[in-house]
């Protein structure tokens, strides 16, 4: 981490995390979960790529270990503190301005619905500069250019360190896209967040 600048302020004056990722980013966001405090002060967004047309029992499995309420959004949902988000599969994820999620059927990105740029290019224009954003393991580039896009909103970014991903690709295009503040790896994540 750059002692130059207080990341931990940083992140603790954000009004929403989030997290993207593909495959090998699973096993971190269970982590980073089950450390997230049951006051946090603000939603929790989880954007995962998802099998299509696959039920998935992600939310139970989540709510087993998360001391926060887990819910998968739908569509027209209001955005409130202390709660978190997963993406349903085959939807892209929209941050709307008025606080409220949107479900967008359009063509996948990345071949990935629900695609980790939408999301974060949407929380850039409706949150500016009050996220945290954190890109983790996953075998493509979706997420790098919402990510860049946070970054030049003014949010706090941060990309798994690609050296440390189950997939490497997807952190890796960040960094070279210059798209995040910091390239932490899993422990440094969970540890700033458990702050």
């Known amino acids: 981490m750059n002692p130059g600048e207080n990341i931990s302020e940083r992140w603790r004056n954000s009004n929403i995390l989030l997290l993207g990722g593909s495959a090998g980013a699973f096993k971190t966001i ?6 997230l405090p049951a006051d946090l002060n603000k939603p929790v967004i989880i954007i995962l790529h998802r099998k299509k047309n696959f039920a998935s029992d992600m939310v139970p499995m989540f709510h087993t270990i998360s001391r926060l309420p887990v819910k998968e959004i739908s569509d027209k949902q209001k955005i ?5 988000y997963l993406a349903p599969a085959n939807y892209h994820v929209l941050i ?3 606080g409220i999620f949107g479900l967008d059927v359009s063509d996948a990105v990345w071949f990935s619905k629900p695609s980790i740029d939408v999301t974060f290019e949407s929380a850039a224009d409706a949150f500016a500069d009050r996220c945290t954003s954190i890109l983790l393991s996953g075998a493509n580039v979706d997420g790098a250019a919402g990510l860049l896009k946070l970054r030049q909103a003014g949010s706090l970014t941060i990309a ?4 440390e991903a189950e997939l490497p ?9 210059n798209a995040a503040d910091y ?3 899993a422990e440094e994540i969970m540890k700033l967040l458990a702050e």
């Open 96 to 98: 709307e301005k008025n």
């Open 160 to 163: 798994q360190d690609p050296r």
């Open 30 to 35: 269970m982590a980073i979960l089950k450390i």
């Open 169 to 177: 690709e997807m952190p890796q295009a960040a960094v070279e896209q």
């Open 183 to 185: 390239i932490l790896n």
């Open 80 to 84: 409130e503190q202390g709660i978190v």
